[in-house]
């Protein structure tokens, strides 16, 4: 018989269909799932004999869950700071100067960074786009997830064109031309060897890079791009997979008089930077999701219509797009942030209400991976993925209204108990998980020197000259 654990707070946000608050309120955890959540005395009389952990001074919610991010990000932040360079940079040390170790080393650092910012459900590209000459890369890239008991979701598939795509293997000495066929056959050994492995926690998305790596000049999918969605409609019905790709103007419409079984409620879409308003409908029409990234330098170059496609009945998650080059994985931050992004381009301080943001980055969030009958809210039956913020700081006082408090003045550091599957992986804000913090660190740094030297690209780790004093990067 499972054990029975209460998790006795402070306010519950339980996320629920009614969006319920209970203040105080408890929540009841038997083996990973949710048993019961409710008014704390309700919940501590129904579980009379179940162990408690005591969280009164703090707010209890659904874990939180970051829909789009890019493995190797967390350890090339601030490569090539200043320059311009750093999304080929970075294509060039993760296609050709990093091994096994490198993606396991990354791993471990970026679960950390998401764990301890009450990040329990993520997903990750295995790198910039997908590196899929050897499954062996994905796997690597998963591992640190799978150890720290996360739930976490690999996104592997084509990777940008054109292809042919070189890749080397330091370890091997091998070179590798990746082609459509060598990504499709290394995606679906990726699924084998992944999708419901660590107890269900790891699972697989077929992620191409671009929804449409290809337009032409009347802005059609090529012949190459029409393959490409095939291939992936294919693999993602086939399999029961999820899909998501990275998409920018004109690509959704592209896609939807290519291969229109491509748009369903499988797919999620990053970024959808400079998207117009006839593909806001395409996707609100079938269901298709969006994660935004307020941080993105994809949002930088063009806008995505947030407020827009939310009105217009598109599901949106906010999500980081990893923690690089000058971002991080504190999810919570970064939802204030694409709040306050929206209110300023509007002039409106109405937009964007504490509550939908919350919704964007857990019960949204789930939706736009699928996962939303498991996690990304606090109901019976659901996994039992829940976090708790410390509400004993005075960024957090008067204690008012909970929700807008914790949207508007929360952060990751703030985060003090975290539970996967009912497994407590951090409490009273320290990791509960077999991590030896400092070797991770010192394996962190000691990998991303060894890969950039193999690409000679050490002076991209030098301080910009125009660091201090310049108004601007010169370039």
């Given at each position: 018989?499972s054990r029975t654990t209460v998790l006795v707070g402070g306010a519950v946000v339980?996320?629920?269909?009614?969006?319920?608050?209970?203040?105080?309120?408890?929540?009841?955890?038997?083996?990973?799932?949710?048993?019961?959540?409710?008014?704390?005395?309700q919940v501590l009389t129904e579980h009379r004999d179940a162990e408690t952990i005591?969280?009164?001074?703090?707010?209890?919610?659904?874990?939180?869950?970051?829909?789009?991010?890019?493995?190797?990000?967390?350890?090339?932040?601030?490569?090539?700071?200043?320059?311009?360079?750093?999304?080929?940079?970075?294509?060039?040390?993760?296609?050709?100067?990093?091994?096994?170790?490198?993606?396991?080393?990354?791993?471990?650092?970026?679960?950390?960074?998401?764990?301890?910012?009450?990040?329990?459900?993520?997903?990750?590209?295995?790198?910039?786009?997908?590196?899929?000459?050897?499954?062996?890369?994905?796997?690597?890239?998963?591992?640190?997830?799978?150890?720290?008991?996360?739930r976490h979701v690999v996104a592997v598939g084509p990777p940008n064109a054109p292809?042919?795509?070189?890749?080397?293997?330091?370890?091997?000495?091998?070179?590798?031309?990746?082609?459509?066929?060598?990504?499709?056959?290394?995606?679906?050994?990726?699924?084998?060897?992944?999708?419901?492995?660590?107890?269900?926690?790891?699972?697989?998305?077929?992620?191409?890079?671009?929804?449409?790596?290809?337009?032409?000049?009347?802005?059609?999918?090529?012949?190459?791009?029409?393959?490409?969605?095939?291939?992936?409609?294919?693999?993602?019905?086939?399999?029961?997979?999820?899909?998501?790709?990275?998409?920018?103007?004109?690509?959704?419409?592209?896609?939807?008089?290519?291969?229109?079984?491509?748009?369903?409620?499988?797919?999620?879409?990053?970024?959808?930077?400079?998207?117009?308003?006839?593909?806001?409908?395409?996707?609100?029409?079938?269901?298709?999701?969006?994660?935004?990234?307020?941080?993105?330098?994809?949002?930088?170059?063009?806008?995505?219509?947030?407020?827009?496609?939310?009105?217009?009945?598109?599901?949106?998650?906010?999500?980081?797009?990893?923690?690089?080059?000058?971002?991080?994985?504190?999810?919570?931050?970064?939802?204030?942030?694409?709040?306050?992004?929206?209110?300023?381009?509007?002039?409106?301080?109405?937009?964007?209400?504490?509550?939908?943001?919350?919704?964007?980055?857990?019960?949204?969030?789930?939706?736009?991976?699928?996962?939303?009958?498991?996690?990304?809210?606090?109901?019976?039956?659901?996994?039992?993925?829940?976090?708790?913020?410390?509400?004993?700081?005075?960024?957090?006082?008067?204690?008012?209204?909970?929700?807008?408090?914790?949207?508007?003045?929360?952060?990751?550091?703030?985060?003090?108990?975290?539970?996967?599957?009912?497994?407590?992986?951090?409490?009273?804000?320290?990791?509960?998980?077999?991590?030896?913090?400092?070797?991770?660190?010192?394996?962190?740094?000691?990998?991303?020197?060894?890969?950039?030297?193999?690409?000679?690209?050490?002076?991209?780790?030098?301080?910009?000259?125009?660091?201090?004093?310049?108004?601007?990067?010169?370039?």
């Amino acid at each position: 018989m499972s054990r029975t654990t209460v998790l006795v707070g402070g306010a519950v946000v339980t996320v629920d269909e009614a969006r319920r608050v209970h203040d105080p309120g408890a929540v009841a955890i038997e083996g990973d799932r949710i048993a019961a959540v409710g008014p704390r005395e309700q919940v501590l009389t129904e579980h009379r004999d179940a162990e408690t952990i005591e969280l009164q001074h703090a707010a209890i919610l659904p874990g939180l869950v970051d829909s789009h991010g890019h493995a190797g990000h967390a350890l090339t932040k601030d490569v090539a700071d200043g320059t311009g360079e750093w999304l080929d940079a970075v294509a060039e040390l993760y296609f050709r100067a990093s091994g096994t170790s490198f993606w396991e080393a990354e791993s471990r650092l970026a679960a950390l960074e998401r764990l301890q910012a009450g990040v329990t459900t993520s997903l990750s590209y295995t790198g910039s786009m997908p590196r899929v000459d050897d499954p062996k890369f994905a796997e690597a890239a998963a591992s640190g997830y799978e150890a720290y008991g996360l739930r976490h979701v690999v996104a592997v598939g084509p990777p940008n064109a054109p292809l042919p795509r070189r890749c080397y293997d330091p370890e091997t000495g091998t070179e590798t031309l990746v082609d459509l066929d060598r990504a499709m056959e290394t995606t679906e050994a990726v699924v084998d060897d992944l999708h419901g492995s660590a107890d269900g926690r790891l699972s697989v998305a077929v992620a191409p890079s671009s929804l449409v790596p290809e337009l032409d000049d009347d802005g059609a999918a090529t012949a190459f791009s029409v393959e490409q969605l095939e291939r992936v409609v294919a693999l993602a019905e086939d399999r029961d997979l999820s899909m998501q790709a990275h998409a920018y103007a004109g690509e959704v419409a592209a896609a939807a008089a290519a291969v229109p079984e491509v748009l369903s409620d499988r797919l999620s879409l990053a970024h959808c930077a400079g998207i117009d308003e006839r593909e806001i409908e395409i996707m609100a029409e079938n269901d298709v999701s969006a994660s935004h990234g307020p941080l993105t330098h994809a949002y930088a170059s063009a806008r995505f219509p947030v407020v827009e496609a939310m009105e217009a009945g598109v599901n949106v998650a906010v999500s980081t797009d990893g923690a690089a080059p000058d971002r991080s994985f504190d999810l919570l931050a970064q939802g204030r942030i694409a709040a306050q992004l929206q209110r300023a381009h509007f002039g409106d301080t109405s937009l964007f209400p504490a509550g939908k943001v919350l919704e964007t980055m857990t019960i949204d969030a789930a939706e736009a991976l699928g996962l939303e009958d498991e996690v990304g809210s606090l109901e019976p039956g659901k996994r039992a993925d829940v976090v708790a913020v410390d509400l004993d700081a005075a960024k957090l006082a008067p204690r008012v209204q909970h929700v807008p408090r914790l949207v508007n003045y929360a952060d990751g550091s703030d985060v003090e108990f975290v539970a996967v599957d009912g497994e407590t992986l951090v409490a009273d804000g320290e990791l509960q998980v077999d991590a030896a913090v400092d070797e991770v660190l010192a394996d962190a740094d000691r990998e991303l020197r060894a890969a950039v030297e193999r690409a000679g690209f050490e002076s991209y780790l030098d301080p910009h000259p125009d660091l201090w004093g310049a108004v601007r990067y010169r370039r």
